[in-house]
T-cell receptor
Framework: GEDVEQSLFLSVREGDSSVINCTYT??????LYWYKQEPGAGLQLLTY?????DMKQDQRLTVLLNKKDKHLSLRIADTQTGDSAIYFC?????????????FGAGTRLFVKA | DSGVTQTPKHLITATGQRVTLRCSPR?????VYWYQQSLDQGLQFLIQ???????AKGNILERFSAQQFPDLHSELNLSSLELGDSALYFC??????????????FGPGTRLTVL
């Protein structure tokens, strides 16, 4: 089956690191994504990782992929109040000769000043 | 700004009514996707169109329908509205039909409130 699961809430202090975790079930996942949704806005692609990679770093963002455990994480270094948002994990899987993207329910990140 | 536009931003209507949500994809994108985001269901994929044709179907109710026009804009029609249809409806677009590198870009959403 296809399912992407995330914890619903995370609260951190400004300046600390945030780690948002995600698990997925479909072993045919090819790309895994992190999207950010700020209040009142649409989803914005933050970063993605191909399933044959273990890690990807992009400025303050680090994505770690454990394919054996089907576990994906997003680490935000030096978290700022502007990072407060909902973060969605998503996987792109093959489906009936095509592809589809399955989203998790989103993790709401609260950053305390 | 993702380049995807959606109208209207907010819509308030009554149960039993019918509404149409509109989406214009990014210039050059051929695929349009519709999603429903509600508090209890999270982000649910509804339907995808590619170059005017239905490409993939998700958890779309029979009361809902969509189409993509020759100019590639898309409309999502919601009929016989119920209170539970109150949600944010997002449109996304991508260049291709959904390949593994085919990133989706999301619009700002239409907030539908059914009273």
């Amino acid at each position: 089956g296809e399912d992407v699961e995330q914890s619903l809430f995370l609260s951190v202090r400004e300046g600390d690191s945030s780690v948002i975790n995600c698990t997925y079930t479909d072993s045919s996942s090819t790309y895994l994504y992190w999207y950010k949704q700020e209040p009142g806005a649409g989803l914005q692609l933050l970063t993605y990782i191909f399933s044959n990679m273990d890690m990807k770093q992009d400025q303050r963002l680090t994505v770690l992929l454990n394919k054996k455990d089907k576990h994906l994480s997003l680490r935000i270094a030096d978290t700022q109040t502007g990072d407060s948002a909902i973060y969605f994990c998503a996987e792109s899987i093959t489906d009936s000769g095509g592809f589809k993207t399955i989203f998790g329910a989103g993790t709401r990140l609260f950053v305390k000043a | 700004d993702s380049g995807v536009t959606q109208t209207p931003k907010h819509l308030i209507t009554a149960t039993g009514q019918r509404v149409t949500l509109r989406c214009s994809p990014r210039s050059g994108d051929l695929s349009v996707y519709w999603y429903q985001q509600s508090l209890d269901q999270g982000l649910q994929f509804l339907i995808q169109y590619y170059n005017g044709e239905e490409r993939a179907k998700g958890n779309i109710l029979e009361r809902f329908s969509a189409q993509q026009f020759p100019d590639l804009h898309s409309e999502l029609n919601l009929s016989s509205l119920e209170l539970g249809d109150s949600a944010l409806y997002f449109c996304a677009s991508s260049v291709m039909a959904g390949g593994i590198t085919d990133t989706q870009y999301f619009g700002p959403g239409t907030r539908l409130t059914v009273l």
